[in-house]
């Protein structure tokens, strides 16, 4: 069965300070309630790429101090600036124990690949850990062929890729071509389709309040039972839009603070929240929770 990995909510409060309580109580959620088999810890749903090195640091002790070794958890450590992606690796695995650390490929600057390949070789050099790569071409501009990402295959150290883009091609070519390689789908619109290519595992944010349909999708296309896993996936997807007219981050937050975590505010420069988007996320949970 193809794993549920949920990208990990962080809570801060209307200061940007990180809400060590709550993020104990979203880890608990999503063990308890969620019941996922994983977590993705500093991702962008963790909006990683704001925060400094020692928030980051704590973010990952608390995780891995609620988690223990319930579930899986895969640290994020990718950073523009690869001395930290690489104290955060040393930090992760040798300090707190995290098997799996992943890296967002290097974004801002045109890197040619040459020189991404060296950010995620230098990265893993030092640590004895998997890693993930993280492609997320929308965002960080940084789209990989087929024989790029042989390429970065061919180090043992790095064992698979989360996938988040729409291209099915490319990814059931990744599939076939690399079936040792651990492929995880990065977006929960798509986790139909990305199921039905065979996937390793699902990381996504959504999965903080819709985990059960994401479950559900996973069981039926493993089940051949695609009549459900369409049926699922619509739900899903009406649940998705609106969360995405509301609000991304937002809504997530609101929606699990309606459900009794208080996840405080996203952090600036990202909006803090309008008592509109409260009454939608209010709303969505009597809905689809
Ligand atoms: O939030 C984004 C940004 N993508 C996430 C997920 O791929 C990111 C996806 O779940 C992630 O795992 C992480 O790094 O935290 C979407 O939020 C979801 O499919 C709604 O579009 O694109």
């Known amino acids: 069965m193809a794993q549920l990995i949920t990208a990990l909510l962080v809570p801060f409060d209307e200061q940007g300070k990180l809400m060590e309580e ?8 999503n063990i308890t309630e969620n019941k ?16 400094d090195t020692t928030t980051k640091k ?9 988690a223990e070794d319930r579930i899986e958890l895969i640290a994020q450590v990718g950073s523009l600036n690869i001395y930290e992606a ?4 040393a930090y ?20 040619d690949f040459e020189e991404i390949k060296n950010y995620y070789f230098e990265i893993v ?4 850990a998997e890693l993930i790569v993280y492609s997320i071409p929308a965002l960080t501009g940084v789209n990989f062929s087929e024989d790029q990402f042989g390429e970065l295959f061919e180090n043992p150290k790095i064992t698979g890729v989360k996938y988040t883009a729409g291209d099915f091609y490319l990814m059931e070519r990744l599939r076939s071509r ?15 389709p990305a199921a039905a290519v065979g996937i390793d595992g699902a990381i996504g944010s959504t999965f903080n309040v819709n985990a059960k349909r994401a479950r559900q999708i996973l069981t039926a296309v493993e089940g051949n039972d695609l009549a459900t896993a369409r049926k699922v996936q619509a739900e899903t997807n009406d649940l ?44 969505l949970v009597k809905e689809y929770m």
């Open 240 to 283: 998705i839009q609106k969360i995405l007219a509301n609000g991304l981050y937002n809504t997530l937050k609101l929606m699990l603070t309606e459900k009794g975590i208080d996840m405080g505010y996203c952090h600036l420069p990202m909006k803090h929240y309008t008592n509109e988007q409260v009454e939608v996320a209010q709303e």
């Open 58 to 66: 704590n973010i990952f002790k608390i995780v891995k101090e609620v």
């Open 178 to 192: 690399f079936p040792d390689k651990l492929m995880y789908s990065g977006f929960d619109e798509m986790l139909l």
């Open 92 to 111: 992760v695995v040798n300090e707190l124990g995290y098997q799996k650390i992943s890296s967002v490929t290097p974004f801002y600057y045109k890197f």
């Open 36 to 51: 996922v088999d994983g977590l993705y810890v500093g991702g962008s749903t963790g909006e990683n790429f704001m925060l």
């Open 125 to 128: 050099k030092d640590v004895e």
């Open 86 to 89: 690489k104290e955060l690796a």
């Open 22 to 29: 709550s993020l104990r109580q979203v880890v608990e959620y």
